[in-house]
């Protein structure tokens, strides 16, 4: 992979480069020359190559837009916030869905009541014990 780094030239990239490596020595701003890509990378260990994590495309970002992604997406940070904001969302896309369904149970019992009574049948079950006698029994 070759990386074109920024220098002094090119000052919107070097204080995104700045930024970066003030939040973090490991990182480092620069633009993938063979994808055309923006990007934060982290560096690696001595002979390796360095590995984005981060893209921006084709575009240099202001600093502070670069930084709120950074944080946003820091899972050595941040880790545990954003896995609890994950669980969180999906706890409420599990409520909303047993909402949903359970509106829909209570929809559907009422039409069958509805139509069994239309029929003269009733929905309630009448069920005694053999101590209790109905009045059905004695007439």
């Not at 997406?73 to 409520?95: E, F, L, P, T």
Request: include cysteine.
């Amino acid at each position: 992979m070759s990386l074109w780094l920024p220098n002094t030239m090119n000052y919107e990239a070097y204080r995104v480069d700045r930024a970066v490596r003030e939040y973090d020595e490991r990182l480092m701003f620069a633009r993938n020359e063979e994808t055309g890509d923006w990007c934060i990378f982290i560096k690696m260990p001595k002979g390796q190559q360095p590995y984005p994590v981060l893209g921006f495309q084709d575009t240099i970002p202001e600093p502070h837009k670069a930084m709120e992604r950074l944080i946003a997406a820091d899972c050595m940070r941040h880790g545990n916030k954003i896995y609890d904001d994950v669980m969180r969302s999906q706890q409420k896309i599990k409520d909303d869905a047993r909402k949903v369904a359970d509106e829909a149970r209570d929809e559907s019992v009422e039409h069958i009541e509805f139509m069994m009574r239309q029929h003269g049948k009733s929905p309630i079950i009448k069920s005694y014990s053999k101590e209790v006698k109905s009045n059905v029994d004695h007439e």
